[in-house]
């Protein structure tokens, strides 16, 4: 089992930066491609950006690119999420998912390992 555990998040106003960090413990040997996605009240949980197990690889949904950078520490078993201009729509809980295989995937489903997600909240 690879257990995750995401922080960094808060209450920041529009334009405004915040970077959410995952830290995962357990089995991490196991866990390859790690990702974000985020869920806002009422919505689904829906795909935020990826990256593999090397780091050469990532993939971002249309509405954070060239706002969001992922990347990743492996000696630290760790993932980030640098989020810069932030909106209110991009108010929501931010989770951190691990998959055991290599993947660029988007869907919720392919992702093994899941964190209790980190609350962010935008202000206009």
């Known amino acids: 089992q690879v257990q995750l555990v995401e922080s960094g998040g808060g209450l920041v106003q529009a334009g405004g930066s915040l970077r959410l960090s995952c830290a995962a413990s357990?089995?991490?040997?196991?866990?390859?491609?790690m990702a974000w996605f985020r869920q806002a009240p009422g919505k689904d949980r829906d795909f935020v950006a990826v990256i593999t197990k090397s780091g050469q690889s990532t993939e971002y949904t249309d509405s954070v690119k060239g706002r969001f950078t992922i990347s990743r520490d492996n000696a630290k078993n760790t993932v980030y999420l640098q989020m810069n201009s932030l909106k209110p729509e991009d108010t929501a809980v931010y989770y951190c998912?691990?998959?055991?295989?290599?993947?660029?995937?988007?869907?919720?489903?392919?992702?093994?390992?899941w964190g209790q997600g980190t609350q962010v909240t935008v202000s206009s």
């Open positions: 357990g089995r991490t040997a196991s866990s390859n491609s």
């Open positions: 998912a691990a998959s055991r295989r290599a993947t660029l995937a988007t869907t919720a489903t392919i992702y093994d390992y």
